[in-house]
């Protein structure tokens, strides 16, 4: 799994227990999974269509980092799916993991659409 994005725990991002506010983590990995997604359908038109069971592990608190990972586990005709891992930078502690998250590639129509794409492609290989 790759490590792509980091997050640095602040206050505004602690729950009534002064740990890490699950939604929070959790509007961070649908995001992280659009960015991932739009990357490599080459298309900034997707959106979410699933997300699986979210597994806590553990916690975060104030001052921590929080490191996200994204796998693709596989192409579909007009969907991406992936699987996250969201860890504590420092500790390497899993915090949660989502087996699948299913993102959709859209047309101009705004309806579901084929990206072509059959394999992961890395920016530096489309610039060659």
């Not at 699933?50 to 192409?75: C, L, T, W």
Request: charged residues 25%; aromatic residues 8%.
């Amino acid at each position: 799994m790759r490590f792509h994005t980091r997050k640095w725990v602040k206050p505004e991002d602690l729950n009534p227990n002064g740990t890490l506010f699950g939604g929070r983590l959790l509007a961070w990995i649908d995001e992280e999974a659009a960015l991932y997604t739009v990357i490599q359908v080459e298309n900034s038109k997707i959106v979410t269509k699933y997300i699986s069971e979210i597994n806590f592990m553990s916690s975060a608190k104030q001052g921590d980092i929080i490191e996200i990972g994204m796998e693709v586990v596989k192409f579909g005709h007009t969907s991406l799916i992936l699987k996250c891992e969201a860890r504590n930078m420092m500790t390497r502690e899993t915090i949660l993991t989502v087996d699948n998250i299913i993102m959709v590639n859209l047309g101009e129509d705004g309806k579901p659409a084929a990206h072509g794409k059959t394999t992961i492609e890395y920016v530096k290989d489309r610039l060659k």
